[in-house]
């Protein structure tokens, strides 16, 4: 949990509850959910991967989907951001970890 803390920290920002209890649990995953692949980084990624691609403050991309697709959570709200699909703005996928897996799951 010090590691996940530390991370947080680094990227000036709180993580939300219940993503921290994930990556406390299994330090990030990959595999299909619904009909798409999905790797959520482990916490040693996450620092690495917001400073490289510059993200504005707060805004934390935790993962990357099928099709180029990037998700990140930015105070309290977890989005599928513009990119490769050509999203005008970033897409709500949910306030809480669990309503962002079951967006997913949705399609």
Do not use: C
């Not at 998700?71 to 309503?99: I, Q, T, Y």
């Amino acid at each position: 949990m010090a590691e996940i803390v530390a991370a947080a920290k680094a990227l000036r920002t709180e993580f939300p509850k219940d993503y921290a209890q994930f990556l406390a649990a299994s330090n990030g995953a990959r595999g299909p959910v619904g009909g798409a692949h999905l790797e959520l980084w482990p916490v040693q990624h996450l620092r690495r991967n917001n400073e490289a691609r510059g993200s504005e403050p707060f805004l934390v991309v935790f993962g990357a989907g099928s099709g180029g697709a990037e998700f990140a959570f930015h105070k309290g709200e977890f989005l599928r951001l513009p990119g490769v699909e050509k999203l005008a703005a970033p897409e709500s996928r949910g306030r809480s970890f669990v309503e962002f897996l079951e967006s997913l799951n949705r399609g």
